[in-house]
C-alpha cells in the first residue's frame, strides 16, 4: 500500500516547523492537602470506628489476630460468661468493647462487667473507665513491654484484675493491683479479686 501525503496549497515546504512559545517563568499552583484532622478523645468515644483504639490522639487498629489468638479469646470468654452464669454472680462479658482509660480510648479483648456498673440503659458504645476484669490475648505483632503497660493502664483506671494471654508461649500473667502471678501450661489459673472462684486449666485455653 502506497501512503498518500496532501499538503496543503499556502504550505511552505521550506519553512520549519514553528518553536513552540516559551513560557513565563510562572510558579506552578499546586492543590492545597487538607491538613490532618485532629480528633479528641471524646470526640472519638462518640462515634469510634471499629476495630479502631486512641492512643495518644492517633487511631490505632487492633491487627494482627491469628487462629491461636482468635481461639483463646473465644475459649475464656465462654469459660467466663458460663461461670458468671453457673455462679450466679451477674453482669456481662464482653469481647472487644470499648472502655477510657485515664490515658486512651481502649478495646479489651475479653472484658467482664459487674451488676452493679452495668448502665440502666443496658446500652453503651464506650465505658467510662476500665472494665473490672480485662484479658488481653497477646498476638505476634504484640509487644511484651506493651502488654504489660497497657495492663497497668487498665489497672490505674478502676480494673481491679488483668490477664495477660501468651498463646505461642502457653503462659497466663495475672496482676490484682499488687504483682503478677504466672500460670504455666500444666497449671490451673483462676481468679483473684473479680468473678470470685473461677478456676480454668491453662492448658485448656491454649493449645
Known amino acids: 500500500m502506497t501512503a498518500t501525503i496532501i499538503i496543503p496549497k499556502n504550505a511552505d515546504k521550506k519553512s520549519q516547523p514553528e518553536s513552540p512559545p516559551e513560557l513565563e517563568n510562572t510558579p506552578q499552583i499546586q492543590p492545597k492537602s487538607d491538613p490532618q484532622t485532629i480528633i479528641s478523645l471524646e470526640d472519638f ?14 487511631l490505632v487498629e487492633k491487627t494482627g489476630m491469628t487462629f491461636k489468638h482468635s481461639l483463646a479469646q473465644s475459649k475464656l470468654s465462654t469459660s467466663w ?3 458468671q452464669n453457673s455462679s450466679g454472680q451477674g453482669g456481662e462479658v464482653l469481647t472487644e468493647i470499648l472502655c ?5 480510648g ?3 479483648d475479653i472484658a467482664y462487667i459487674t451488676p452493679e456498673l452495668l448502665p440502666q440503659s443496658g446500652n453503651f458504645t464506650a465505658f467510662s473507665q476500665s472494665f473490672p476484669l480485662i484479658a488481653e490475648v497477646a498476638s505476634p505483632e504484640d509487644s511484651g513491654e506493651e502488654l504489660f503497660a497497657k495492663a497497668h493502664e487498665y489497672l490505674e483506671s478502676g480494673c481491679q484484675e488483668v ?6 508461649a502457653r503462659l497466663i500473667f495475672v496482676n490484682a493491683g499488687e504483682r503478677w502471678l504466672l500460670f504455666n501450661a500444666d497449671e490451673v489459673v483462676n481468679t483473684q ?13 491454649l493449645i
Open 163 to 168: 490477664w495477660l494471654l501468651f498463646p505461642e
Open 100 to 104: 477510657r482509660t485515664n490515658k486512651q
Open 106 to 108: 481502649r478495646r479489651p
Open 193 to 205: 479479686r473479680v468473678l470470685t472462684g473461677f478456676r480454668v486449666a491453662v492448658n485448656e485455653l
Open 45 to 58: 468515644l462518640v462515634k469510634p470506628p471499629d476495630r479502631m483504639e486512641w492512643v495518644d490522639g492517633n
Open 81 to 83: 460468661r458460663n461461670y
